[in-house]
């Protein structure tokens, strides 16, 4: 008899039926993220803080008892394949959509989702993100219309510009970004002279700076991607530009700061999330990405470290695997690292799934970024 | 006038790197009809070559010369030998298609083997500021002047002043009569690929500080000697240099004083004038082949 059920498990083995006992149940969390082309950085970045989430995660038995299935598609930071992407992945009826990370590709796949009612955690900032009433869209990031009155206060009362050059990537996030920016430019009245607009992976940037040094303004706004911010300053440092060179975040990043090398010493600007914040827990994170992968996190790997701990949180106050009830659980959560350490920071998401935590005001100072400010949560 | 300057030097320096992949573009077709889609992937490799002799501890200088060579060995020799010769004798159109695979290979090799992401890669001289009639001109920009223009002398001198170019000229110009006048043509015609690979390593140690060291370099600067390459005349050196040094120049010139959005649309605009009032190109001299 023994022998006979012995028997009929390898059989049932073979055929793909195991029994419970060998094999635990998943819940399926894919993640769809930029893993080459332009967004490249941001995409592996997000992808291995999201590794070590899951991993520390399944090494304590899951969510809820069920270990992650993270399958990963690559967008090739190209919208209509992470639209491709995202649509394959909902055929086998995930419990949370993870990335993209670009904001194209991000306005692109999310109609997908609001159509399934599948949640998705999003890195990207464009403003236009939370603004199309989809009920289960969340982010891990500031968007812009949250991280442009600091950067513009910064400007006005930091800096005390009078007028600013603005360069930006002529994509969704570049141009969400530049739109936001001048409006707070406006209200500020400080005069934007001269708007130039570059190209997603744009390689030799010298006629760009020449019209930005033109203009001779008080203070310089970038807001391009993180190789090509690193090839602007590289070109800014060759051309002797004098002005401040302000950033939002990637400006300042980990990976522009490798790549610039000594042309980005001197910038400054609004951090939303940074290895280098005085916070011991993020510090410590930081610390076991970098034996883990063996390079200096970017914001982007904390955005994606923190977005699994959001689903275990949220899913465990929820207690089941319900994607509609998980959407309704998120909206108008506040987490604080005393329920969920790996937070890492106090962070809440409002009706429309836009984040709120501390921020930063950062300088970049001989090849390292400086915190030299800690701002407040909006809602404080 | 201070921008325009800054402009101009900055866009002859851009320009004269184009021109240097564009000869070698313009070399393999004139000694063996070989249109090499991969060209621009040629670029890209070197820089990798170098960065890996680096990560080993080499060196910058050593790293670079250890480039040169790879590049001569596997981009010249090998490239030769595995891909052209075997497939050359089924036609053109066979090779042009193996060098368009080629060219995806090189690029998602480099992808996998070093990184996806962008890599930093060192100038070759540090970064300081000089006054030239008044605008701040960069001794980066200059040296990459400097050292591009240089080459292209040093290949016109090869080409027109030694029994050796003269030899891979006539070669390029008329292979059979060549082989009557006791001239090696299939040895002219490896020295041509060799000579391919040292140019192409030399624009990647010149163009990959502004660039970045990254596996998409190649679809940028491969476009953009093609264009070159075309514009000045694709059956003389002459005319790819000029064309180079046209692209560069007209690309920085056009984003500043035109519109920074359109500025991709310009080569092109030139590249269809030049097809329809001068087909064979601004130097170069019309053909005819037999079909």
């Known amino acids: 008899m023994a022998r006979s ?9 073979g055929f793909g039926l195991a029994s419970p006992v060998l094999a635990q149940p998943t819940v399926s969390i894919p993640a769809i993220l930029e893993l080459s082309g332009a967004g490249a950085v941001s995409g592996t970045n997000f992808r291995d803080g999201m590794l070590m989430a899951v991993e520390e995660i ?11 299935n993270n399958q990963l598609l690559d967008t090739q930071s190209d919208a209509s394949i992470s639209r491709a992407q995202v649509q394959k992945v909902l055929d086998n009826d995930p419990h949370v959509i993870l990335g993209p990370v670009f904001s194209g590709s991000v306005l692109v796949s999310m109609l997908l989702t609001q159509q399934a009612q599948i949640p998705q955690i999003v890195g990207g900032e464009a403003a236009a993100i939370t603004q199309k009433a989809h009920p289960s869209i969340f982010r891990t990031s500031f968007g812009q219309q949250f991280s442009m009155p600091k950067i513009a206060n ?3 009362d930091g800096i005390k510009a009078k007028s600013v050059a603005v360069l930006w990537v002529n994509n969704d996030f570049g141009k969400g970004g530049r739109d936001n920016f001048n409006k707070e430019m406006a209200a500020r009245n400080i005069k934007v002279v001269a708007d130039v607009s570059t190209e997603s992976g744009q390689a030799d940037f010298s006629a760009d700076v020449v019209k930005i040094k033109a203009a001779n303004a008080d203070a310089i706004f970038v807001y391009t991607n993180e190789e090509e911010s690193a090839r602007f300053l590289r070109e800014a440092r060759k051309q002797g530009i004098r002005a401040p060179l302000i950033g939002e975040t990637t400006l300042l990043g980990q990976k522009v700061i490798e790549l610039a090398g000594e042309a980005a010493n001197g910038v400054r600007g609004h951090v939303g999330l940074t290895v280098d914040a005085p916070i011991p827990a993020v510090k410590e994170f930081a610390e076991r990405f970098r034996k883990r992968f063996n390079y200096v996190c970017d914001h982007n790997g904390i955005k994606g470290y923190t977005a699994v701990y959001f689903i ?13 009830a998980f959407a309704a659980a998120a909206h108008g959560i506040t987490i604080s690292p005393n329920q969920e350490p790996n937070i890492l920071m106090e962070a809440s998401w409002d009706k429309n799934g ?10 970049v100072v001989n090849g390292q970024q400086k915190i030299v400010e800690i701002l407040p949560k909006l809602g404080k | 006038m201070e921008s325009f300057i800054q402009l101009l030097i900055s866009g002859l320096a851009t320009g004269a790197i184009y021109a240097l992949i564009a000869v070698g573009f313009s070399l393999l077709w004139q000694t063996s009809q070989t249109i090499n889609f991969a060209q621009g992937e040629f670029v890209m490799l070197p820089a990798f070559f170098i960065l890996a002799a680096m990560n080993a501890g080499a060196p910058f200088w050593l790293a670079a010369l250890i480039g040169i060579a790879l590049s001569v060995v596997v981009l010249g020799l090998l490239f030769k030998v595995v891909i052209v010769d075997p497939m050359l004798k089924h036609g053109v159109l066979p090779l042009v298609i193996s060098t368009i695979a080629l060219s995806l290979f090189l690029k998602e090799a480099a992808k996998d083997f070093y990184s996806s992401q962008a890599q930093p890669f060192p100038t070759l001289v540090p970064a300081t500021d000089l006054d030239v009639f ?8 200059l040296a990459v002047l400097v050292v591009a223009i ?20 006539a070669t390029a110009q008329n292979p059979t009569l060549a082989r009557i006048l006791g001239i090696p043509v299939e040895r002219m015609v490896l020295y041509t690929f060799l000579l391919n690979g040292v140019l192409v390593a030399i624009a990647s140690i010149l163009i990959t500080p502004i660039y970045l060291a990254k596996f998409t370099n190649g679809e940028v600067l491969g476009m953009a000697a093609f264009l070159a390459a075309i514009i000045g005349g694709f059956n003389q050196v002459r005319g790819a240099i000029l064309g180079g040094i046209i692209l560069g120049v007209l690309d920085n010139l056009s984003a500043v004083y035109i519109s920074s959005q359109y500025r991709g649309a310009f080569p092109l605009l030139i590249l269809i004038a030049v097809i329809l009032l001068r087909p064979h190109g601004l130097l170069g001299r019309a053909e005819e082949r037999t079909v």
């Open chain 1, 5 to 13: 059920g012995l028997l009929a498990s390898v059989i049932a083995a």
């Open chain 1, 58 to 68: 399944n090494a304590k038995g899951g969510i809820l008892g069920r270990k992650i």
């Open chain 1, 154 to 156: 910064y400007i006005r």
């Open chain 1, 312 to 324: 275990k949180h949220v899913t465990e106050k929820v207690g089941k695997f319900d994607s509609k």
């Open chain 1, 354 to 363: 836009d984040i709120d935590r501390d921020s930063f005001l950062g300088e």
């Open chain 2, 134 to 141: 008044g605008a701040v001109v960069s001794t980066q920009s």
């Open chain 2, 150 to 169: 240089a080459t292209v002398v040093a290949l016109h001198l090869l080409l027109h002043k030694t029994r050796l170019g003269r030899s891979m000229q």
